[in-house]
């Protein structure tokens, strides 16, 4: 399973740092509103990509052969 770290969590904001290995898929989880700022390449972002995230119930998957990780900004 994907490693997460809370980094902050407050009344305004809550930022996770995603670790994930190769080809990991992780459970299906509610997300709201979020910015990812990915910190290595990914296979539609390249390292220091910032991104859009909408609210969405999803199961998010590392398709690439190496790991991942990113911040999630929650909103």
Not at 14 to 21: D, E, I, N, P, T
Not at 41 to 46: E, G, P, R, T
Not at 57 to 73: G, I, K, M
């Amino acid at each position: 399973m994907a490693q997460t770290t809370v980094e902050i969590d407050n009344d305004w904001v809550r930022v996770l740092r995603v670790k994930q290995a190769p080809h990991e898929k992780s459970p299906e989880q509610q997300h709201p509103d979020s910015v990812a700022v990915y910190l290595t390449d990914v296979v539609n972002h390249k390292a220091g990509d910032v991104a859009w995230l909408p609210a969405a119930r999803d199961a998010r998957e590392n398709l690439s052969d190496h790991p991942v990780e990113y911040v999630l900004v929650e909103l």
